[in-house]
């Protein structure tokens, strides 16, 4: 396990980037930074985190051979893992489910974001980057992130960030291969619709014209997208930056 720690980054996500252009690194190599100064999530927002509270980390893992066309199922995999781990060292205490595309919710607040960014090579994947984001004994958030969360304020008492970044590190490398995806592929999708948050439950959503409408989750389909059946009874698909779930 080679985890490459640095005080301050502007995000470990590129830093892992630039590494591994300007060198060969070994698969599942970490960077694990105390302070981002320039984190994103999906659709680039930006990742508020408390220094040296939280675990902020990016995972290089080679995927040699990987269609393009699996690309979500990496998005799956390592949603579901990392959910199952931050499960496991909460004891159960809550209701643990993943935000589409790949956010980690406590009931309905946020505990973690995850942006997976790939390497290609003729219509396929080479590497991946998988950058986390997760709020572990900070106490505190600022006032305009009202559905923040952390380990720390659901469990009651401050968490060892090494051992969950371990427990992380270890549930994907024991998965996230090229051989395992291949024959999981129904496997790592149904896992992904069992801890899949508000799925089948009526909620408000928001297109991209600012349209506010009431829609249930029924499915996401092999190529990541979201599907909602509407007052209507019927369904559309939406891509990630088409909709947002208020």
């Not at 305009?144 to 401050?158: C, R």
């Not at 970044?165 to 051989?179: F, H, P, Q, T």
């Not at 829609?215 to 939406?238: C, R, W």
Request: charged share 25%; proline share 2%; glycine share 4%.
């Amino acid at each position: 396990m080679n985890i490459i720690k640095l005080n301050a980054i502007d995000s470990t996500n590129r830093f892992l980037k630039d590494l591994a252009k300007k060198s060969d690194i070994d698969n599942f190599t970490v960077a694990v930074a105390e302070e981002q100064l320039a984190g994103k999530g999906q659709m680039n927002t930006v990742w508020h985190s408390e220094k040296g509270k939280n675990l902020l980390f990016t995972v290089y893992v080679e995927l040699k051979g990987l269609s393009i066309d699996l690309i979500p199922y990496i998005n799956f995999l390592s949603a579901v893992k990392i959910r199952d781990v931050i499960d496991d060292v909460l004891g159960n205490v809550s209701k643990i489910k993943v935000k589409w595309p790949n956010d980690i919710m406590s009931y309905n607040d946020k505990i973690s974001g995850i942006l997976v960014e790939n390497i290609l090579k003729k219509q396929q994947v080479d590497a991946c980057f998988i950058g986390v984001g997760l709020n572990v004994n900070q106490l505190y958030f600022p006032s305009h992130l009202t559905k923040a969360n952390s380990l720390a304020n659901i469990k009651g008492n401050e968490f060892d960030k090494e051992m969950v970044l371990e427990k992380i590190i270890l549930a994907l490398e024991a998965v996230m291969n090229v051989d395992y995806i291949y024959n999981n592929l129904e496997k790592i999708k149904q896992e992904y619709l069992n801890q899949l948050y508000k799925i089948n439950i009526p909620t408000m959503f928001m297109d991209t014209e600012q349209n506010i409408f009431m829609g249930k989750i029924v499915d996401v389909t092999n190529e990541g997208l979201l599907l909602l059946e509407k007052e209507n009874d019927l369904i559309y698909s939406y891509a990630v930056k088409e909709i947002k779930l208020l």
